[in-house]
């Protein structure tokens, strides 16, 4: 719930805003990106193997490992560079890695500095720094080093466990 | 006529060893509230949204993705554990209380059905009460009864301690096993058994791997409190008279009393200085013991008579006589 306040209050502003400088109202824009949650779902097959699929969560409990799952797409005409897409981990949720597939974000242990987890560090309250452990990341993100042509989409996704 | 003294001050040259098998220990518990690393309570809305940035006609550019809310689900989970292996009966009190701790290890909060079922049918459980103050003890005066077997909602992660009431426990005579069980009342069943819409909130409720139900036993343990023993004299002097002079005989009574089962008791008490034991004068409950180590309860050494009470097993008095006269 905490994790929602800022961003509701920052559409909130923006609203406002725009509203005073009537501006034009903000467009969809050519990316759209659409999140989605996913638990892995195990089953047994006949042969004693187990195959794990990705469902929508009905239930999650805590220990329960999802994925996040985001999709993006350029529905305008143009080609569009710099794309970069990022992902607040919600505060109830520990990052775990990139979900099978993915490529591997980047990720922040602030929010602002981004990198290999290996590469991180963390404050600790005695006053000296420690290795980023992935309960400490805040965010992921994926840069992508190509211009994203017309009509192109493609997905990222990483795994995180309840609290 | 026959002077007698009985009292405590007279125990001093009286040595009596009642070996116990067990002991037992009452210890004050103090109950964890909260578990170490807290987990998300059922109920909570978990939000997700995702930013995407871009440059478009030279200008920095952001959007977001649409909001993804997910409902935690309750997990329905459970642990009971004896706060101690063994209380001991209170001859004195009609109820005996065996203490259990409930632990409420899902992530909502639940309140737990008790049941519990004892392995002698001289005893019967009479109900359950929680430990208000929490100190593991059992107070009627403070401990509230519970009407039904029923805990209050205990918080994500809290204990409750809880008190199974067993009439009639001494009657028993042996241990008695106590067996108390928690059921979580939303539902218990398979791990992964859902109750929909029935959690914290209206989310759903799941069974975890603890099938929301649990149990626990411990034992209640006849115990006598310390046997007493009495020593009481009395002097026939050949005239006659109780004067405690030479050649007069001092008849010993003792009396040991018995709170119960008490295993392997042992009396044993020297001849005082300054006289002599009557041969063949040893009696137990009215019957002659011989002075020999041989199958009979009693022996004299020399020095001391001894009788071996062995195992015994109600409460009562048993009554050792003997004779010695004053040299």
């Not at chain 1, 097959?45 to 220990?63: E, F, I, R």
């Not at chain 2, 009596?16 to 509230?33: E, K, N, P, W």
């Not at chain 2, 079922?117 to 009627?140: E, H, M, R, S, W």
Request: proline share 6%; with cysteine.
């Amino acid at each position: 719930m905490f994790d929602t306040l800022p961003s509701v209050r920052m559409i909130a502003v923006a609203a406002l805003a725009a509203g005073l400088a009537a501006a034009p109202a903000q467009a969809a824009g050519p990316i759209q990106v659409s999140s989605k949650v996913m638990v892995e779902k195990k089953t047994a097959a006949k042969d004693g193997t187990t195959s794990v699929t990705l469902a929508p969560t009905q239930k999650v409990v805590p220990g329960d490992k999802v994925v996040f799952v985001l999709d993006y797409r350029n529905t305008g005409a143009q080609p569009i560079s710099n794309l970069v897409l990022d992902n607040p981990v919600p505060q109830q949720l520990a990052y775990r890695s990139p979900a099978q597939g993915s490529p591997a974000p980047e990720v922040s242990v602030d929010g602002k500095t981004y990198g290999e987890l290996a590469t991180l560090r963390v404050r600790t309250a005695a006053g000296g720094l420690r290795p980023a452990s992935p309960d400490d990341v805040t965010n992921v993100r994926w840069r992508l080093a190509s211009p994203v042509t017309a009509g192109a989409h493609g997905q990222f996704a990483f795994q995180a466990v309840l609290k | 006529m026959s002077s007698a003294r009985t009292g405590k001050e007279r125990l001093w040259p009286l040595r009596h060893r009642v070996q116990s098998s067990f002991c037992v220990l009452t210890i004050a518990v103090a109950y964890g509230v909260g578990l170490a690393h807290a987990e998300t309570v059922a109920g909570t809305v978990i939000t997700n949204t995702a930013t995407a940035s871009f440059s478009q006609d030279g200008k920095d550019v952001s959007t977001s993705s649409n909001p993804v809310s997910t409902p935690v689900s309750e997990r329905l989970d459970v642990s009971v554990a004896a706060l101690v292996p063994r209380t001991a009966i209170d001859r004195d009190a009609a109820i005996s209380a065996v203490g259990f701790r409930v632990t409420n290890t899902g992530n909502g909060a639940e309140a737990f059905r008790l049941d519990a079922n004892i392995d002698q049918p001289a005893a019967t459980v009479k109900g359950f009460a929680l430990d208000t103050d929490n100190n593991g003890i059992y107070d009627p005066a403070v401990d509230t009864l519970l009407d039904e077997a029923v805990t209050p909602k205990l918080a994500a992660g809290a204990a409750q301690g809880i008190f199974v009431l067993v009439a009639n426990a001494a009657a028993a005579g042996v241990d008695i096993a106590v067996s108390a069980g928690a059921t979580a009342v939303t539902g218990s069943g398979a791990p992964g058994t859902v109750f929909p819409a029935r959690g914290d909130g209206g989310v759903d409720a799941v069974v975890g791997k603890t099938g929301a139900d649990a149990r626990a036993q411990a034992l209640l343990t006849p115990t006598a409190t310390v046997p007493t023993l009495a020593k009481a004299q009395s002097v026939v002097a050949p005239d006659g008279s109780t004067r405690a002079v030479r050649g007069a005989t001092i008849t010993y009574t003792l009396t040991a009393h018995f709170n119960g089962r008490t295993p392997g008791a042992v009396i044993a008490d020297p001849i005082p200085q300054g006289t002599g034991y009557v041969a063949g004068s040893l009696m137990l409950d009215g019957g002659r013991l011989s002075d020999g180590a041989d199958a009979d309860a009693g022996t004299f050494d020399g020095s001391r008579i001894s009788v071996a009470l062995g195992d015994v097993g109600d409460a009562g008095d048993h009554v050792i006589t003997f004779k010695t006269i004053i040299q």
